[in-house]
């Protein structure tokens, strides 16, 4: 089992930046493909970025493209999240996920492990 705790959000201005952080517990040897979505209120949990266990590939979601960098911290465990040019349809609780994938999917279904979800809130 792999435990998860967000942290680092809170509230932007527009065209800010902002980075949250996934710290990771437990069998921390394991080869986890990391990720983060984000759910926004009366929507559907959407795919951020993902990262393989060996931080050699990422992915990104189209909301996320260009303005978002995903990475990973092995010796503090950790997966971070950097947001830039953020805006108010940003604004949302992020979560992170964890599982053994040898790729990195985009589906919430696809990952077992999540952690509380910390909230973005990006001001216009």
């Known amino acids: 089992q792999v435990q998860l705790v967000e942290s680092g959000g809170g509230l932007v201005q527009a065209g800010g930046s902002l980075r949250i952080s996934c710290a990771v517990s437990?069998?921390?040897?394991?080869?986890?493909?990391m990720a983060w979505f984000r759910q926004a209120p009366g929507k559907e949990r959407d795919f951020v970025a993902g990262?393989?266990?060996?931080?050699?590939?990422?992915s990104y979601g189209n909301s996320a493209e260009g303005r978002f960098t995903i990475s990973r911290d092995s010796g503090e465990n950790r997966v971070i999240l950097q947001m830039n040019s953020l805006e108010p349809e940003d604004t949302a609780i992020y979560y992170c996920?964890?599982?053994?994938?040898?790729?990195?999917?985009?589906?919430?279904?696809?990952?077992?492990?999540w952690g509380q979800g910390t909230r973005v809130t990006v001001s216009s």
């Open positions: 996920a964890a599982d053994k994938w040898a790729s990195i999917p985009t589906t919430a279904t696809s990952y077992h492990h």
């Open positions: 990262i393989n266990w060996s931080a050699s590939s990422t």
């Open positions: 437990g069998r921390t040897s394991d080869t986890y493909t």
